[in-house]
């Protein structure tokens, strides 16, 4: 069965991937585990399910990993990817699994009802063979999450939940952290080491440049690069003006605030500076600003009324 190829919310949504199995509880658990082991490892394939039910979404990753801790022991090294994906059930109108939806070599998406393995379905979509159903479907037993979403919506008062989300983002606006106003002027180089919290791959080759927990410096990823940011408090009117003096004369500078003050009409893009950053940045006062010269930030820590 041929579909349209991918312009639609949900194929966007899919573009990393050239299969989806849409796969039911319904399913004998031998079945599923069969066609999930075919996944394992490979990126361009996904398991997608239509839902869990009422319970909290914890249910869907307890029966995932219950099914994953099945798999043999070298499937479990690189698992394969299981979503809950709802809407492509409706899109596609898949109320019998296994069905397999397959973006072929012209860039189309091909679905086939029903699948004995992930090669044999996509060998019987190139050859455009639609007809009949390939293996024995299950109607899809789990209900429609993202109906089931609407109707918790529905049954509960959200207006509080809507009221201190606001007052949340509000207050992370406005900024959350305090620096002392810097009372001299100071130059120095600062090296941004961190803590890796995965492994770091070349983009390039995919080998690891650093493992997982190995300190290493930021900068070292684009020795080359130009970067430079500034740290102020903006109920500074003149540390509000110093931003807006180097965003002039470097317009991708990065601008951020321990305090919004009078930044929120100044029209110069800035973020709210957190504490991980603080401390990533070993800032101390403001204003302060860092620029990348190679492997280091040359920062110079401003006194109010000196530049």
Known sequence: MLLPNGQHPTMRELSPTRTVVF??????????????????????????????????????????????????AQARKKPPQIIVMPVAFREYRIHYVPAVLHRDNDNK??????????????????????????????????PDQAVVMEQKMKRQDIRPHIQAAQQSARKLLEGTVTLPVNTEYRRYNYAPFVASTSDIVNPRDGKVLYPKGTRFNVLALDPQGKRAMAVIDGRSRWQVEFARHLVAKKPDTLVLYTKLGYLANAGIPASPLDAAMKGRLKVTGVPTYYRQNGMVFNVVAVREGKR
């Open 23 to 72: 796969l039911s509880r319904s399913m004998p658990e031998t079945t599923l585990i069969n066609l999930l082991k075919q996944g394992a490892g490979r990126k361009d394939v996904v398991f997608a399910f239509r839902g869990w039910g009422d319970g909290p979404v914890t249910d869907m990753f307890k029966y995932s990993k219950n099914l994953l801790g099945k798999l043999p």
């Open 109 to 142: 998406w091909y679905l086939l009802q029903g699948t004995q393995s992930l090669d044999a379905a996509v060998g019987t979509i190139r050859a455009r063979r639609f007809n009949e159903r390939v293996s024995r479907q299950y109607r899809v037993s789990e």
